[in-house]
């Protein structure tokens, strides 16, 4: 009996010690998750801090995004030290299209009353700021790590002539372009139609752009890209908005999404850059559309870019690019959605309008006026122009030439339906 007992007390006493140890991991393991929890805080913190720059104004638009209205000088290009001594260019030296250089380079535009972006709907930025959307601290939050944010998570360039069909589909990338190459492009152009798709996997977009590339398609493949997107990894939301992205080393280290990172020199203080595009085309509906014109200026080598017919929004300097310093080798436009398979089917993510080229106007996504600019700096229409798409089941493009529409295309479909399961 008395065995017993003690037996039992030292049972007890094993287990208080072992209880009161179960405490002390718990207790420990707790303040270290606590601590790496502040560790990324504190780290949230500092990037929003270089991320987004002290504002002169802030304008809150319908949509949710806060615009500031952020001084020239103040901007991301210069947090670089390649940028300490670069001079910012107010206008560019050179104009491709001449009617435009005579008229809108020369004398400045008044303040435009059209509206473009949601945000101006609520105000409108000074002269001698730019107009920056704000990045909030869920948006940091979303991507997979701090570091990544604002930059392209896979190579995503479609690469029509590949030899390698794995390559082509590995990253779950689908487009539907049309493009040309073999000869030297100083610069390119659109007039895209603004649709919002529909994204089924929060960590999947949909966009429609044009792809200025340089290099062959290897590690240092330099890329210039303008269009809308929706996004709602990188924007929180399903908003259609105005994006730029640029790499000079194929999506690794260099370049990012707007003004993420330094690089991009903006001098327009009218339009923002990854802010919504309004108002939207609708099916049977009317109709919208926004021109996006890149160029590069002959004088300085950077590349500049237009959005409509009057906003010079700014430039890409040249000394960020190895192969673009010199020329583009590659022009392509279209559409690229993700399909990440998520259920083990194709996803029902939208390219374009969601709808396939064959309805045409009104109900398919267009691009029309496409146009590259040439050796001697003209404008002219691309010679060559060719179509590539992974799977025309799932997303399609049907060109088409003539009247006041140019070079033109309708492209885009609804992804996953009986034709592509
Ligand atoms: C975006 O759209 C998807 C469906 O297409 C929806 O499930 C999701 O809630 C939307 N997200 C936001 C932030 O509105």
Not at 27 to 37: E, H, M, N, P, Q
Not at 77 to 83: E, G, K, S, Y
Not at 283 to 304: F, R
Request: hydrophobic share 35%; charged share 20%; net charge neutral.
């Amino acid at each position: 009996m008395a065995m017993e007992m003690q037996s039992r007390r030292k049972t007890m006493g094993f287990l208080v010690v072992l209880l009161a140890f179960f405490f002390i991991e718990m207790a420990a393991s707790s303040t270290a998750s606590r601590s790496s929890l502040s560790v990324q805080n504190l780290e949230v913190q500092a990037q929003l801090k270089l991320l987004n720059k002290p504002a002169v104004k802030s304008i809150e638009s319908p949509d949710g995004d806060i615009i500031d209205c952020i001084k020239l000088a103040h901007q991301p290009a210069f947090d670089h030290p390649l940028f300490k001594d670069h001079k910012i260019q107010m206008t560019p030296n050179f104009h491709p299209d001449r009617a435009f250089a005579e008229v809108s380079l020369k004398t400045k535009p008044g303040p435009s009353r059209e509206v473009t972006q949601m945000w101006q709907l609520n105000g409108r930025c000074p002269e001698g700021t730019i107009p920056m959307r704000r990045t909030k601290e869920d948006n940091l939050l979303r991507a997979s790590s701090i570091k990544a944010f604002g930059k392209k998570k896979h190579k995503s360039v479609p690469q029509p002539r590949s030899a390698d069909p794995d390559l082509i589909t590995q990253s779950g990338h689908q487009h539907a372009i049309v493009y040309v190459d073999g000869d030297k492009y100083y610069g390119a152009q659109a007039t895209i139609n603004v649709w919002e798709p529909k994204i089924q996997q929060p960590n999947e977009f949909s966009l429609s752009q044009i792809w200025i590339l340089g290099g062959a398609f290897g590690e240092d493949l330099n890329s210039i890209e303008a269009g809308w997107q929706v996004s709602p990894d990188l924007y929180g939301d399903n908003h259609t908005r105005l994006f730029t992205y640029w790499t000079s080393d194929a999506y690794q280290a260099t370049g990012c999404y707007n003004l993420l990172c330094s690089g991009f020199i903006q001098i327009n203080n009218e339009i923002a850059m990854g802010a919504s595009i309004y108002p939207l085309s609708g099916y049977h509906s009317p109709q919208y559309d926004i021109s996006l014109l890149v160029w590069k200026d002959p004088t300085e080598g950077n590349w500049w870019l237009q959005f409509g017919k009057k906003y010079v929004l700014g430039y890409w300097p040249a000394f960020l690019f190895s192969y673009l310093s010199d020329s583009a080798s590659m022009i392509e436009w279209g559409g690229e959605v993700v399909n990440s398979e998520s259920d083990g089917q194709h996803t029902s993510t939208q390219m374009g309008s969601g709808h396939f080229s064959k309805e045409g106007f009104g109900k398919a996504s267009y691009f029309k006026n496409i146009q590259v600019v040439d050796g001697s700096n003209n404008l002219r229409e691309p010679k060559g122009l060719a179509t590539f798409t992974e799977q025309s089941n799932c997303y399609d493009v049907q060109t088409g030439k003539g009247g006041n529409w140019g070079n033109y295309f309708y492209y885009g479909g609804p992804g996953r339906n009986p034709n592509c399961p």
